[in-house]
């Protein structure tokens, strides 16, 4: 499960059954309570959302991305007029964390009890990734926070050189458009970024690592359920030609949500939801057209079935 999260920088996580349903798309016979007990951590990287990444990936991620993501978050906290209100209660923040792991209302609970002012409830929403960006927080995969030192200091550079080349690995062959969609950055950052791998190959306006290019992809599965805001479909500037323009707006309607997709043969011919109380959840799929439906689509559908009530 850590090559897997490691294999794409990071699966999205501000809903943690759909950053588990990621990882399920990629582990075969994976369950909800590994990915619990996985030893990955949720916080703040790509695009200055959250994800649940591989420990080990934390340093580099942090010196590449944390500068940007906490003068985001730095900004958005002043702009709602509680910069101060947050300060002020950040040392007793980490204190109960270190104490148990608390969800975030959990977590407001034990501040209020200890004479902090609430905060507004758009800066409740910002509270943890401010807090996270400063490397004193990290999440847990169930959607509970920790304490945490800050990371371990990795060379700026070095860090970015690091950021494309992982990219490339998991997203190549693509341009330095797709590296600043993908991750946040300035499109100048990502050329940067990417001249300071050295040598790599080209198609086009395209990079790939060296070797990569004439190594023919695995074939796609015939059915594939996609989680919700999963990064294959986040991955690039452009979601074509995995989705034809046509349907792009039934994947990302607006709002900042991003469906779950339905793949046939790599291609996304669907959505898909949940349907049923706890005792019986079903999987129902709304087609873009009518395609056939490979066989395999039932063992797929039955697998996301099981893998939500499975606990």
């Known amino acids: 499960?850590?090559?897997?999260?490691?294999?794409?920088?990071?699966?999205?996580?501000?809903?943690?059954?759909?950053?588990?349903?990621?990882?399920?798309?990629?582990?075969?016979?994976?369950?909800?309570?590994?990915v619990n007990g996985s030893g990955l951590i949720r916080t703040w990287t790509a695009r200055g959302t959250v994800h649940l990444i591989d420990p080990d990936d934390w340093p580099w991620l942090h010196a590449a991305l944390g500068e940007r993501n906490r003068a985001r978050f730095d900004a958005a906290m002043r702009q709602r007029g509680d910069y101060d209100a947050a300060t002020g209660m950040l040392g007793d923040l980490v204190a109960v964390l270190r104490e148990r792991p608390l969800d975030r209302a959990g977590l407001l609970r034990e501040l209020a009890a200890r004479g902090h002012p609430g905060l507004g409830?758009?800066?409740?929403?910002?509270?943890?990734?401010?807090?996270?960006?400063?490397?004193?927080?990290?999440?847990?995969?169930?959607?509970?926070?920790r304490?945490?030192?800050?990371?371990?200091?990795?060379d700026a550079d070095l860090a970015l050189a690091t950021l494309a080349r992982r990219y490339l690995a998991g997203y190549g062959p693509a341009a330095a458009a797709d590296l600043a969609s993908w991750s946040g950055l300035p499109l100048g950052t990502a050329r940067r970024a990417l001249a300071a791998l050295g040598p790599t190959e080209?198609?086009?306006?395209?990079l790939a690592l060296p070797g990569t290019l004439d190594t023919a992809p695995p074939p796609a599965p015939p059915a594939l359920l996609l989680a919700a805001f999963d990064t294959a479909m986040l991955g690039y500037r452009s979601r074509e030609p995995l989705v034809a323009a046509a349907d792009d707006r039934r994947i990302l309607p607006g709002g900042g949500m991003l469906r779950p997709a339905v793949l046939i043969d790599g291609?996304?011919?669907?959505?898909?939801?949940?349907?049923?109380?706890?005792?019986?959840?079903?999987?129902?799929?709304?087609?873009f057209g009518r395609p056939a439906e490979p066989p395999e689509l039932r063992a797929e559908r039955l697998s996301v079935e099981q893998f939500l009530g499975s606990g």
Do not use: C
């Open 1 to 34: 499960m850590s090559a897997a999260a490691r294999a794409v920088v990071g699966v999205q996580a501000q809903d943690v059954r759909a950053a588990a349903l990621a990882l399920r798309s990629r582990v075969p016979g994976l369950r909800r309570a590994d």
């Open 121 to 145: 409830q758009r800066s409740v929403n910002v509270l943890m990734p401010w807090a996270a960006a400063q490397g004193l927080v990290t999440g847990l995969p169930d959607g509970r926070y």
């Open 202 to 206: 080209a198609a086009g306006d395209l």
């Open 267 to 287: 291609l996304a011919a669907g959505t898909w939801s949940v349907v049923g109380g706890s005792g019986r959840r079903r999987v129902a799929i709304d087609w």
């Open 147 to 154: 304490a945490a030192e800050p990371p371990p200091a990795v």
